[in-house]
């Protein structure tokens, strides 16, 4: 991968520490599917390694990885100003290429059900983000409530499939109109896509596809009903 282009995509403030600093794992997240474990990086902060060589093959999503897609959201939700995927990188760990993405610390104290379920402004920001990057799994398990209230989204690596697959517990904004805003925001993404980043991480089709959901969603101007051949809701829902 060119480093100018790598650079170029993310649109971030660089972060030495965690693009390449050590990670020293301190553990392992046991709920999860793939391989995800807990690194402590030189600053003192914590962070999640996804390494590529963890990942359990999906029937559904056979090609490229998980790692890649987790770095495209994250980039997508910062060239689209969405703001909502924790910093993510692809980058080289103590088990090869894999996605490093940095810790969000979560409020014990917020009913992450209730958020979800409501029509707060960053849930419905999130929702839209979910169809942008086609995510076929946004369970309450990955919405992250900080204790001053932001709202992250994470575990993106089952996303950007060329085929519609959303599945997630946001439906209640489903066939609501787009604001101005948002439709400026999809217009917007649509116009500042780097492709040739992009081509680094997905394949053509989902690329194409991508950028067919973003025209849909301006010629439409709502947000989508479920898909009547797929789940609409992942299992289990957290």
């Given amino acids: 991968m060119r480093l100018d282009i790598f650079a170029q995509g993310l649109m971030a403030i660089e972060d030495k520490v965690l693009d390449s600093g050590e990670l020293e794992i301190i553990g392992r997240l046991v709920d999860a ?15 999640i390694y996804k390494p590529i060589a963890g990942e359990r093959p999906l029937w559904d999503f056979p090609d490229g990885n ?94 950007l499939h060329e085929e519609e697959k959303l599945r997630t517990v946001i439906w209640q904004f489903t066939e609501m109109e787009l604001s ?13 896509i780097d492709r040739e980043y992009l081509i680094t991480l997905l394949s053509e089709t989902e690329i194409d596809a991508l950028f067919a959901r973003l025209a849909k969603l301006l010629q439409d101007r709502r947000f989508p009903s479920p898909n009547p051949n797929w789940p609409a809701v992942p299992w289990p829902p957290y």
């Fill in 180 to 192: 101005q805003t948002e439709l400026a925001q999809i217009s917007n993404l649509t116009e500042s």
């Fill in 66 to 159: 998980l790692a890649s897609r987790e770095v495209a959201a994250f980039y997508l939700s910062e060239v689209g100003n969405f703001n909502l995927v924790p910093r993510t990188v692809l980058r080289e760990g103590p088990f090869g290429l894999g996605a490093v993405q940095e810790w969000i610390d979560v409020s014990e104290d917020e009913d992450v059900i209730e958020i979800a379920q409501s029509e707060d402004s960053q849930i419905r920001k999130l929702a839209l983000f979910d169809v942008v990057i086609n995510n076929a799994d946004r369970k309450f398990g990955h919405i992250l409530v900080t204790s001053d209230g932001v709202i992250f989204g994470c575990d993106h690596g089952v996303s």
């Fill in 33 to 47: 599917s793939n391989a995800s474990l807990l690194c402590k990086l030189s600053d003192g902060r914590q962070a």
